[in-house]
């Protein structure tokens, strides 16, 4: 199934709590992994995470530098992160998924994360991570079966209603 919205979160899942240290770090090992995952099941990468405040446009000249560098591993494997979700203060993520989601029906989703305190409410279309590992081939392997269980879901429904 193509168009396939894969919200993720950077700090956690790109890179481990112990590379924090310095901020807007990326782990090149644990993001072209990602990248791969993403490519290999054609899902369109949305930025959830605080580095989206940084990110202007798919290629915008004027996103941060480490937008920029994100966005060269993402052009490696053929992708852009085609949006963000949008900034709502105070309000948790599953939130800020649902407000995108809502002005962009019509396609499934998943959602990556290592924070599960960012969320309200927690569906079967969002995947917890372990910031201290990062995404692994085990999280590769359980985001496959999420993904093969959102897919039959969404073609179920009318609308692949959010969160």
């Known amino acids: 199934m193509a168009n396939r919205y894969c919200f993720f979160n950077v700090d956690g899942l790109l890179n481990k709590k112990s590379d924090w240290k310095k901020p807007f770090t990326l782990n090149y090992g644990l993001a072209n992994f990602f990248c791969f995952f993403l490519a290999e099941h054609d899902l369109i990468p949305v930025l959830t995470s605080s580095w989206r405040l940084g990110f ?4 915008d000249k004027d996103n941060a530098p480490y937008i920029k560098e994100l966005e060269a591993i993402f052009d490696s494997y053929g992708l852009k992160i085609s949006d963000k979700t ?3 203060k105070g309000r948790p993520r599953d939130k800020e998924i649902e407000r995108f989601l809502y002005f962009h029906r019509g396609k499934d989703y ?3 994360d290592g924070n599960p305190d960012e969320y309200e409410r927690i569906n079967d279309r969002v995947y917890f991570i ?11 392997k359980k985001a496959d079966k999420l993904l093969a269980k959102a897919a039959a879901s ?8 959010p969160l």
């Open 86 to 88: 949008p900034y709502l």
């Open 130 to 140: 372990n910031p201290n590992e990062g995404f692994t081939e085990a999280d590769a």
């Open 56 to 59: 202007n446009g798919a290629g």
């Open 154 to 161: 969404f073609r179920s429904s009318s609308f692949g209603l």
């Open 110 to 112: 998943i959602v990556i």
